[in-house]
């Protein structure tokens, strides 16, 4: 699953800490998140795309690697 985490951090100049803090996890999720390790829950997917005020499709992208 693909995202825009780091990308929409940036514009908010939210820290990774911050940004964890504000959906209730660890950093180290955030870092995970960013880095495509880990998928998030649907309740995490949408607590992040809300504090970006985004649908949750415009911040998480499933990649099945079938669309062109």
Do not use: W
């Given at each position: 699953?693909?995202?825009r985490?780091?990308?929409?951090?940036?514009?908010?100049?939210?820290?990774?800490?911050?940004?964890?803090q504000?959906?209730?996890?660890?950093?180290?999720?955030?870092?995970?998140?960013?880095?495509?390790?880990?998928?998030p829950?649907?309740?995490?997917?949408?607590?992040?795309?809300r504090?970006?005020?985004?649908?949750?499709?415009?911040?998480?992208?499933?990649?099945?690697?079938?669309?062109?």
């Amino acid at each position: 699953m693909n995202n825009r985490i780091r990308e929409l951090r940036a514009r908010l100049d939210l820290s990774q800490l911050e940004l964890a803090q504000r959906v209730g996890v660890r950093r180290e999720t955030i870092v995970f998140l960013e880095k495509g390790k880990y998928n998030p829950s649907l309740r995490l997917a949408h607590d992040i795309a809300r504090t970006f005020a985004l649908p949750i499709e415009e911040v998480f992208c499933f990649d099945d690697g079938s669309r062109p």
